[in-house]
């Protein structure tokens, strides 16, 4: 896959990923947006909602995966800017890896705690967890091309006239 497609690939995930944890929240303001993702007793986002395990040290949780998302997308266009330096890479590693340990804890307080799953919640977890694969491999092919830059000779060898 090309590098382009690779960005292309990471923002899409995030700007999916951001729009939807924008709804979350917006359906803990809005009791009518929670209807329209109410499939079963099971996949409820009103049951997610109503549980009043929303909030971690009390932070809304669509708040950390808006604020999550934003500042992926933040760092990914540091990194795309800043291509020879692989710590712009690390660090967009390192908060897509955090995203993705968050919605895995918020997807078990949901399953094991709540026993329901938002769809929508589910949803921003998929594309936090597809923009980190994203992240694993564009940091993994600037590492490649990093390295290959530092072990290329510096030009010509310089010869001597005899």
Known sequence: MRTRTLWTYLYLTVGLGL????YAGLETLD???RSSCEISSYFSCGAVDSSGRTSTLG????????AGFVLILIVAGLAERHKGDLRYYYA???F???????ASYFAYIEVAEI???CPVCTTAYVFGTLAWVGAIA???RARRRVRAKAEAPEGPAETSGA
């Open 115 to 117: 026993h329901a799953l």
């Open 96 to 102: 897509t890896t955090g995203g993705v340990a968050f």
């Open 31 to 33: 009791v009518a947006l």
């Open 138 to 140: 564009l940091t993994l």
């Open 19 to 22: 729009i939807t944890s924008i």
């Open 92 to 94: 967009l590693l390192l």
């Open 59 to 66: 932070i809304p949780d669509a708040a950390i995966g808006i």
